[in-house]
Every structure is written in C-alpha cells, then in structure tokens.
C-alpha cells in the first residue's frame, strides 16, 4: 500500500473495513490533461487470487485517462470516441467540464 501512495496519482487507497478483497480509494486527473485537478472515486473488488496475482489496475485507469482506447466506445456515451477523433477541442473541453463537474470538491461560498 505504501508503495501506491509513492504513486503521484494516487490520492488515497485502503482497504473497506478489514476485507482485503475490498478497497476504496481515489486517484488524481493527470496533470496537463482535462482531467487535470480531480479526484476520481475508485471501487476495486479483487479475486482470491490476490496478492498472489496482483492487477495492474491503478496504471491501466490512468492509461485510460491519458490515452483513450478509440476503438471501444463505452455503450452509455458512444460519441465520445468519435468526438475525441474528429474534435479534439471538444472533447478537452466537454472532459475539462465534467471533470470540474463531478472530480472537483465544490467551494461552499
């Protein structure tokens, strides 16, 4: 656990009570990125096999902040994919908003 905290994109990781098969924790938008800035909830179920056989999960959900897979759109938003090829801008743009949206601590004024 130590060791993913070295981590710069690892906020916080532990596990749910004393299940050692489930944890919680949160990872930070890369920085330079649209996702710069959030905080993004993490809900990890392990098989029994672990830690015998430990998942590369962390690095592969900042892969998929960092360079999405264009060729497997997600089913409940299936223009993003094709906005990321054909409008780079925007999809910046629209993952910037929803980062500040839904990863951002809102400020109480």
């Given at each position: 656990?130590?060791?993913?905290q070295?981590?710069?994109?690892?906020?916080?990781?532990?596990?749910?009570?004393?299940?050692?098969?489930h944890?919680?924790?949160?990872?930070?938008?890369?920085?330079?990125?649209?996702?710069?800035?959030?905080?993004?909830?993490?809900?990890?179920?392990?098989?029994?096999?672990?830690?015998?056989?430990?998942?590369?999960?962390?690095?592969?959900?900042?892969?998929?902040?960092?360079?999405?897979?264009?060729?497997?759109?997600?089913p409940?938003?299936?223009?993003?994919?094709?906005?990321?090829?054909?409008?780079?801008?925007?999809?910046?743009?629209?993952?910037?908003?929803?980062?500040?949206?839904?990863?951002?601590?809102?400020?109480?004024?």
């Amino acid at each position: 656990m130590g060791e993913l905290q070295k981590q710069s994109f690892v906020d916080e990781i532990a596990p749910v009570l004393e299940d050692i098969y489930h944890w919680h924790g949160t990872i930070l938008g890369p920085p330079n990125s649209p996702f710069s800035g959030g905080k993004f909830v993490l809900n990890i179920n392990f098989q029994p096999e672990h830690p015998f056989k430990a998942p590369r999960l962390l690095d592969s959900i900042r892969s998929m902040l960092i360079e999405s897979n264009l060729d497997e759109a997600h089913p409940d938003v299936p223009d993003t994919a094709e906005m990321y090829k054909n409008d780079r801008a925007m999809y910046d743009s629209t993952a910037q908003s929803w980062t500040e949206l839904y990863a951002m601590e809102k400020n109480s004024e």
